[in-house]
């Protein structure tokens, strides 16, 4: 824990340090106190693109939960059927994350993607590296596709340590399929379902390599996300001050929806 904590205080201290100066040189620096955190705050790019991720993550939160624990509920209990099913549903998990941009890039190409061209055979005009919307979908589809397996495997690690006595029971008072869920599988599973909720939440408001590959924030600024936001400050631009200012504030917004999320959660838990 100790060189855990280091690890991350020594790179903390030194976005800080450079949150509140004006780098000029190697050796040149002055000293701004909060002119940065101002300078950002105002910048309409940034609330552009912290709506965008506000709404992409909700949507992928409504999407990858409910789904992740239909899937759980449908996979077998036990056997060989059991073990070939969580196999194949990790599979997408198991794909390193530029991977899964350069695959969905050519996988919704409107000329040769098998995704592309299936959905302009239906007469339905596609084509995600012009279309905004387009873009957003595809960008949405991937990251759901990529990481309701996950949500899907911890929703089935919670089913599989309910006691068997506690579906005796519901069947012997003659318990429907619904009140077997609503009153015995879903208060078991809110634990669990908290953590996928606070892991899902976290990687996709930070969201960087996959519509970095897939779209690279575009067409225009459809999918251009808080963390392309920031490295186009840090690497496109080299603004240090604002760069480091912006990781500061993208932290602390992490930390208190987290925060909420988790509070929410547990308070309804106890």
């Not at 449908?74 to 990790?90: H, T």
């Not at 969905?104 to 905004?132: C, E, K």
């Amino acid at each position: 824990m100790v060189i855990v904590a280091f690890s991350a205080v020594v790179p903390l201290m030194t976005v800080v340090n450079y949150s509140v100066q004006d780098i000029l040189g190697p050796e040149q620096r002055v000293f701004v106190g909060s002119e940065w955190y101002r300078h950002v705050l105002r910048d309409p790019e940034l609330h552009g693109a912290l709506l965008r991720q506000l709404i992409f993550s909700s949507v992928v939160l409504c999407i990858e939960i409910p789904l992740g624990v239909l899937l759980a509920l449908g996979l077998p209990k036990q056997g060989l059927a059991a073990s070939a099913s969580l196999v194949v549903l990790a599979l997408p998990l198991l794909i390193p994350w530029n991977v899964v941009g350069t695959i969905w890039q050519i996988f919704a190409r409107s000329d040769i993607g098998l995704l592309g061209v299936a959905v302009n055979a239906l007469s339905i005009p596609y084509n995600y590296t012009a279309h905004a919307l387009d873009a957003w979908l595809t960008v949405l589809v991937m990251d759901v596709w990529h990481w309701t397996p996950l949500v899907a495997l911890l929703a089935y690690a919670g089913l599989q340590a309910i006691p068997p006595a506690f579906y005796q029971a519901a069947r012997i008072d003659g318990a429907s399929t619904w009140a077997v869920f609503r009153y015995i599988e879903l208060p078991k599973l809110r634990g669990v379902l908290t953590i996928a909720l606070l892991l899902r939440f976290m990687d996709s408001f930070m969201i960087y390599t996959e519509p970095f590959v897939l779209t690279g924030g575009g067409p225009g600024n459809a999918t251009t996300f808080l963390t392309q936001y920031l490295a186009r400050l840090a690497v496109g631009q080299f603004d240090l001050g604002p760069a480091a200012a912006f990781s500061l504030i993208y932290f602390l917004i992490v930390l208190l929806f987290s925060y909420v999320f988790y509070t929410a959660m547990t308070r309804e838990r106890s």
